[in-house]
Nanobody
Framework: VQLQASGGGSVQAGDSLRLSCKVS????????MGWFRQAPGKEREFVAV????????HYADSVKGRFTISRDNANNTIYLQMNSLKPEDTAVYYC????????????????WGQGTLVTVSS
């Protein structure tokens, strides 16, 4: 199983980025998916999650209204559209998968991607 995150980079405050997580080795339509992030010196935290069909999403308060999670089960990929980026969004972003009609949390996710770095300067 591989979760390959990409799309990170260095941007200015107010810019946008779109992260992708390409999944292989599992049937994406059987997994709840999510994005998490870890800033230097901090614990990994929840950013956004999405259920199997994409019908339900949930966001951390810090990103609500700015970030959008989506999924394309046919192409085994999930996305995180990040708008109006702030310096406090700087972190390594990870995608995660959890089997079943649920959403992943840090402590129970079945699979993790390798992370992609997002750096936002003011």
């Amino acid at each position: 199983v591989q979760l390959q995150a990409s799309g990170g980079g260095s941007v200015q405050a107010g810019d946008s980025l779109r992260l992708s997580c390409k999944v292989s080795g599992l049937t994406l339509s059987k997994y709840g998916m999510g994005w998490f992030r870890q800033a230097p010196g901090k614990e990994r935290e929840f950013v956004a999650v999405i259920t199997i069909t994409g019908q339900m999403t949930h966001y951390a308060d810090s990103v609500k209204g700015r970030f959008t999670i989506s999924r394309d089960n046919a192409n085994n990929t999930i996305y995180l559209q990040m708008n109006s980026l702030k310096p406090e969004d700087t972190a390594v972003y990870y995608c995660a998968a959890e089997f079943g009609n649920t959403v992943p949390v840090v402590s129970t996710a079945d699979y993790w991607g390798q992370g992609t770095l997002v750096t936002v300067s003011s």
